[in-house]
Every structure is written in C-alpha cells, then in structure tokens.
DNA sequence: GCTGTATTGATAAAATATTATCGATACAAA
DNA sequence: TTTGTATCGATAATATTTTATCAATACAGC
C-alpha cells in the first residue's frame, strides 16, 4: 500500500514491533555480531519467523540465504524508517512528576527526540530548570513554537487540563501531539495523536492476570 | 472463543479500547448522564459504532433500542472484566524517575494497582519512603513477595539490569509483569509479560510524522 | 394506542494481520 | 567441485479484526 507520494505504509503492528527489534539488534551490535537470522530474531522476541521477515521488508533491506541481515544495515534502515536517525525537537507540556521523569530521560535521543523546552501553568514551577530544560509559561508557547518550527509536543498535564493544552498547541501550530492523560483529545483531522496510555497496556495485563487466576481454581 | 474454564477471551485490540470507554463513561457520569448510545461513544472516540457495540458485548452488558447502554452497568462490567473494581497489591522494582512518578501517581488506584512496596539496589535509596511507600533492599524481594502474596510487579529499572531482577522476582512467585525497560525479558511460559514501552508509541507517532511531513513536500 | 425512528444485536462481508509452504540461493564442509 | 542445509522472499492459506447490513425493538410524540 502506498500513499499519494509513494510513500509505503507500514501497518501498525509492525511499527509497534520496530524498536524491539531496534533494541536487541543494538545490543547485538555491541556485542560485534554482524549478521543475523530472522529465525534468531523471533526466537529472542518470541515472535514467528515469517513475521520478522515481513516486517524487515518494510525496511527495504535485504538479506542473504543462509546468512540473515546485516546488523548495521538494519539499525539504521529501521531507524530511518521511524525518523530516529535525527532529532525532532519537541515540546513538553506539564512538568509534574511524569513530565520531569521524561525530561530527564536520556535516551529519548536514542528515539529521535530532544525536548528544547518545557510548559506549565504553575508559577511555582515556571522559571525552574528540570534537568536543563527551563520550564516556560504555557502562555508563551504558541508564539515559540512558531519561531522555533516545533512540531512535536509531549503532553504529560491531568486530564482536566488536557483539552485546554491541546487549543493552545495547536494555536502554535503543532502537529504531532503524544498524549499521556486519560483523556480523549479533540484536534483537526490532519492533527497525529497518538495516545500512550499507561491504562492500555495495564488492561491487557490485568485482564490476562484475572482470567490465569481463575483458571487456577 | 473461549478458555479451557469457560472464559471469554476479549480480543487485545478490545482491551486496550476498553480503557478508553471507561475514561469517557466516568466523565459522562460525573455530568449526570445516565445511558449512552454506541454511536455517541464511536463519534467522542473516534471510532465505529460497530466497533463499540461490539467491544460492549464482551462485557455482556445488553442495551435497549433507542436508549443504549446504561452507563452505570457499562462501567462495572468494564472494570469487572479487567479486574479493576478490587485492588491488586503490586511491588514496583526500581525506584528511579520514573518510578517515583508510578509511586506518586494516585490514579492506578482506579486501576486496581495498589503498590505496596518498593524494590532497590541502590543503598541510598533503600530504607527511604517515596510518597508514603518504602523502598527495600531487591534481596528481600522473593521472600516477602511468597509472604505477601504479591503477583504482579511493575519494572522501572534500567535494560541492563532487567532480567536480573526478573529472575529474581520469579524466585518470589510473580506471576505477571508490566515492564517499561527497553528489553525483551525472558520469563517461563506461564509467566504474563506486558511491555509498556514508550518507544512502541512513539514509533506510530515519529513514522506518521515522518510519512506526513514528506507528504508535505 | 398508533406511528416514526434511533438504536441494538446478530450475521455477513471486507480488510488486515499472521502463519505456513516452498522453490531459489548463498555458504560451509566434504 | 559437489553436496547438504540454513535461510531468504514470494505466494498462499488461515486467523483475526473491522466494517456493513438489516430485522427486531423500545421509546417519544402525536
Ligand atoms: N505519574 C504517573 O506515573 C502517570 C501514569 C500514568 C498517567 N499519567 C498521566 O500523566 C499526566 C501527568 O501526570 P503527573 O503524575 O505528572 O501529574 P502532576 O500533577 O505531577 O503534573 C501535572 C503538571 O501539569 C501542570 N498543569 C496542570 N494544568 C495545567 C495547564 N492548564 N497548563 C499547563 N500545565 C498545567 C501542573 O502544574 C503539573 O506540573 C496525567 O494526565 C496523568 O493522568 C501519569
Ligand atoms: N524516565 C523515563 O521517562 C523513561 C521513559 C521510558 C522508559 N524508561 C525506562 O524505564 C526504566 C527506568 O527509567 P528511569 O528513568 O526511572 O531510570 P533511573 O535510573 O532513574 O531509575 C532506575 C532505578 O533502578 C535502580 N536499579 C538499577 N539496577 C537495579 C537492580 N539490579 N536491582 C534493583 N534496582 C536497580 C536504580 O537504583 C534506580 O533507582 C528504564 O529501563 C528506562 O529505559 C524511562
């Protein structure tokens, strides 16, 4: 499937497993391996063989029979492929507990992402600097995030607030927005957001613990 | 379909939405609505109403014509299904920024998470509380988790620590994992994993911005 | 009490994603 | 050089998930 520009469409689920793959072929990197099989790769991710395969073509790589893929050649066709080869700049919106453990995370830039500044309603807080970054007033971002051409904004604010965050994003003309309140936001169809949700991934666990445990009984 | 005991499996893709209903009934029950159609639901969330009715009926809450589901009866088979409507005593292994964050976060109350202690190798940080939660020594993990009864652990440690600390938490009977390092751990095949990690969303989010920005040009 | 209609729930169709199969090929070992 | 084999990549089969269709039904308004 292509987009009007040619672009291939990577599914989801291929997207998700991406930077699994990225993670091990680094460590496998480090270690000096060269090459490796998509039957090694499912093996160590507990994925099917025809898979890997499948989603390493999305890559545009190639491999040799018998040999497998070289390991370079797929790190940096996957990070191509997910634009983590250079920085995106981007903004954090909420510099509360989870907003500050992000803005000290550094290997984000490991993920393309390097935060140039940080939001916040709370005068307490605007001012500061967390981890390096000084935290602004949110009244100051539509206007710098035009001047500055940000694009990307990391939205870590209550729920309540969410919404409120969101207008004044997109009054400075940010595009891409990943959202970490429980909260649905409303944003113009050519608007990406992408919700990471902790809630998500903990229902599948909780729901895949509750049934383990009734099958106990 | 159905498990050995008789119970429904819910579709992942349902799972992960459920959390997502649940959030918008609360809000609509706050404001005093009573029931809610498929309809209204898909169009707050962006999604189809098929989808929604369908989604519903792995809850077995039935609705009626013209009215649609009642929102007190949707939220607690919701949180029925993923087991949220009791509190599940967990142990967080790893208590950095990040950590602290889910230490800090009252909300996964609403979950069902209820931490109840907190894991370190650091000394520095063992015998600290952190928001109202002791921190220990990771050694005393497998005893006190049999003693406790725990089951489920959240990781917050770095990759390279993760799978030593995995080995010890299956030493203590755990069961289930929810694990934010970037490493694929190996546990034994009746041991639940969830992978919660950042760079599996973020991955959706940089590519559409990738493949948006090129359209663009 | 009728009539019109929004909505459900069941079933069917379509789309998407995963897994299986197999000939072709590069490499290692005899 | 020849042979054996692990692996790829293409294609086909299966499974899963999403979307469409439509009769049945509860409610509102007349
Ligand atoms: N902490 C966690 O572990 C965790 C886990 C899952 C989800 N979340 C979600 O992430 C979000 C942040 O959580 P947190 O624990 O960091 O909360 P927090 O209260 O520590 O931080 C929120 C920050 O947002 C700021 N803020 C509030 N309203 C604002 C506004 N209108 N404009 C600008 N800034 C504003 C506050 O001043 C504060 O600094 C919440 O939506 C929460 O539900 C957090
Ligand atoms: N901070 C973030 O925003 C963020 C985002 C995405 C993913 N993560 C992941 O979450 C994990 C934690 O990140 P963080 O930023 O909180 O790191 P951190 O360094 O702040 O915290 C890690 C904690 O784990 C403890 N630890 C290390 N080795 C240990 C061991 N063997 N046994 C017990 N405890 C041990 C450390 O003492 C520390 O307290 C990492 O895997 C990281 O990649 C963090």
New interface residues.
């Given amino acids: 499937m292509l ?3 040619n ?1 291939v ?2 599914p ?1 689920p291929t ?2 497993r ?3 793959y ?3 072929l680094l460590n496998l990197k480090e270690q000096g391996v060269k090459s490796v099989s998509s039957t090694f790769i499912a093996n ?3 994925l099917d063989s025809t898979q890997v395969r499948k989603d390493v073509q999305y890559t545009n790589i190639i491999g040799k029979p018998k040999t497998g893929f070289d390991v370079n050649s797929l790190i940096n066709a996957i990070q191509t ?4 080869n250079r920085y ?1 700049n981007a903004f954090l919106i909420g510099a509360g ?2 907003g ?2 992000m803005l ?2 550094k ?1 984000f830039k490991d ?3 390097n935060f140039v500044a940080a939001f916040d309603n709370d005068p307490e807080k605007v001012g500061q600097k967390i981890h390096g970054i000084e935290v602004l007033s949110i009244d100051r971002l539509p206007v710098l995030a035009q001047l500055m051409k940000i ?2 904004a990391v939205l870590t604010v209550p ?1 309540k607030a969410a919404q409120e965050c969101v207008d004044i994003m997109l009054k400075g003309g940010i ?2 927005i ?1 959202n970490f309140a ?3 936001i409303k944003v113009p169809q ?1 608007v ?1 957001v ?22 106990l ?1």
């Fill in positions: 987009t009007k520009k672009i469409v990577i989801e997207l998700r991406l930077p699994h990225l993670h091990l160590e991710l507990g492929c997910l634009n983590w995106e507990s989870l500050t453990a000290g995370y290997q993920y393309g992402l694009h990307l729920a595009v891409a990943w429980p909260m649905q050519n990406i992408e919700n990471a949700q902790f809630s998500q991934s903990l229902a599948v666990l909780t729901r895949k613990l509750s049934v383990y445990k009734q099958t009984l």
